[in-house]
């Protein structure tokens, strides 16, 4: 295992080569003017803990101009970071970001910024159709003991919603996606879900999810990298409309393995409330998911997560 401190948190080269790959998406947005729209406030909070004792809590506040819809404005945020890994000391960080949404034909969102040391944040384009289309690309700071150090991930991928027939009861979504550490480990991504609408009338769906990873350098450092995974995951999952308003559930039960040990059970959870995307009015999104699909240094795994994000115009 190469020691962390074999790499700087300074500005690597290939630090610079991630953020000239964050700016080239990004300058592919149309810009956003502050005079088409007002002002609102934007919170979120993100927490996670898991089987190996992580715990992760990110509060974020700032204040967007331009404000139209859940998908134009722009503005700046700050985040607060506290990471305690696998049950050690607490580690803490502020960030600043710069927040936007636009475009129309070709939407765009994104939170582009800097912990201090490099470039962090997240960068998505989607074009919606009868072959949906989104391409993204996000880079932050691995959440263990040595990557609190000043290990990072470039992760970049494309994804496809695929109809099957003329109707929208059936559709395919795959995803592929390259993942870059800091040292010399590479991963391939590849996912694909079917969903098969079987009660329009409930938003009653079922679906098949599947997923592997490849690693270049297993077990580089401490966070979760055989040099493969696989999971393949039925789903089953409602989804209800009520005042405009989303409410969406998910179950799921399956099986994992990796190249280090043999099948095992697969879980998921999943439950969200998402708020009308309305001109001139805010946003509110809630999500909350239980998995055991390794994230941490151990297969044996359970991982939850709660996230928020609430957008408030004045």
């Not at 074999?6 to 005079?35: E, I």
């Not at 700046?76 to 034909?105: C, H, K, L, N, S």
């Not at 998402?274 to 001109?279: E, G, K, L, M």
């Amino acid at each position: 295992m190469t020691p962390v401190h074999a790499y700087s948190r300074g500005m690597r080269l290939r630090d610079m080569c991630a953020s000239l790959s964050f700016l080239a998406l990004t300058a592919l947005a149309p810009g956003a003017s502050a005079s088409d729209g007002g002002a609102a406030l934007r919170l979120g909070v993100f927490a996670s803990d898991d089987a190996d004792d992580t715990f992760v809590l990110k509060t974020t506040a700032g204040g967007l101009l331009g404000y139209h819809s859940p998908d134009r404005y722009h503005g700046i945020v700050v985040e607060d970071v506290q990471i305690r890994p696998a049950g050690g000391a607490q580690w803490r960080d502020q960030r600043a970001y710069y927040a936007f949404a636009t475009g129309e034909t070709w939407k765009s969102k994104g939170l582009l910024g800097t912990d201090g040391d490099t470039l962090v944040g997240s960068v998505s384009t989607v074009r919606e159709g009868r072959i949906r289309q989104e391409y993204f690309v996000e880079r932050d700071l691995l959440e263990t003991e040595q990557g609190i150090a000043g290990l990072y991930y470039t992760f970049a991928g494309a994804a496809y919603d695929i109809p099957l027939g003329r109707s929208d009861r059936h559709q395919v979504t795959a995803l592929v996606g390259a993942q870059d550490f800091t040292g010399s480990n590479f991963r391939s991504h590849v996912r694909a879900r079917y969903v098969a609408v079987v009660r329009p009338d409930l938003g009653l769906s079922v679906q098949l999810r599947a997923r592997a990873f490849h690693n270049s350098t297993p077990f580089e450092f401490d966070y979760y990298s055989p040099e493969w995974f696989a999971e393949a995951l039925p789903v089953v999952q409602i989804r209800r409309f009520r005042q405009r308003w989303m409410y969406a559930a998910a179950v799921g039960w399956g099986r994992q393995r990796d190249s280090e040990s043999a099948w095992r059970d697969a879980r998921l959870i999943e439950a969200s409330i998402t708020s009308p995307r309305a001109v001139g009015r805010g946003y509110l999104r809630a999500s909350a998911v239980y998995s055991n699909t390794p994230i941490g240094a151990g297969a044996s795994y359970g991982y939850r997560q709660l996230a928020v994000e609430w957008i408030v115009p004045f």
